[in-house]
Nanobody
Framework: QVQLVESGGGLVEAGGSLRLSCAASGSILMIKTMGWYRQAPGKQRELVASMAMAGGNTNYADSIMGRFIISADVAKRIIYLQMNSLKPEDTAVYYC??????????????WGQGTLVTVSS
């Protein structure tokens, strides 16, 4: 099992910055990918950014490209999301995600409890 704990959300004015953190605990050594998703009111959950633990390949949503940066302490399985030039449309609950194979080799998603980011105009 993997537990994920996020921190760093809050209220910020448009144009401001926030940094989210997510720490994994439990059976973390086999985690393949960690990332951030977000869900705005009335919308589906969407990928924001992800990073492969082996190799560090990253993947970003078009909507945040150039404004958000994902980074990680790979050994500790801690990831960060530096969010710059925030816009009101970035307002959402941000969820940390980890993918780890199960005992049967099937990739399993784990989720944090979410942290609210509110960007005021």
């Amino acid at each position: 099992q993997v537990q994920l704990v996020e921190s760093g959300g809050g209220l910020v004015e448009a144009g401001g910055s926030l940094r989210l953190s997510c720490a994994a605990s439990g059976s973390i050594l086999m985690i393949k990918t960690m990332g951030w998703y977000r869900q705005a009111p009335g919308k589906q959950r969407e990928l924001v950014a992800s990073m492969a633990m082996a190799g560090g390949n990253t993947n970003y949503a078009d909507s945040i490209m150039g404004r958000f940066i994902i980074s990680a302490d790979v050994a500790k399985r801690i990831i960060y999301l530096q969010m710059n030039s925030l816009k009101p449309e970035d307002t959402a609950v941000y969820y940390c995600n980890a993918i780890r194979p199960s005992s049967w080799g099937v990739d399993t998603d784990y989720w944090g409890q979410g942290t609210l980011v509110t960007v005021s105009s």
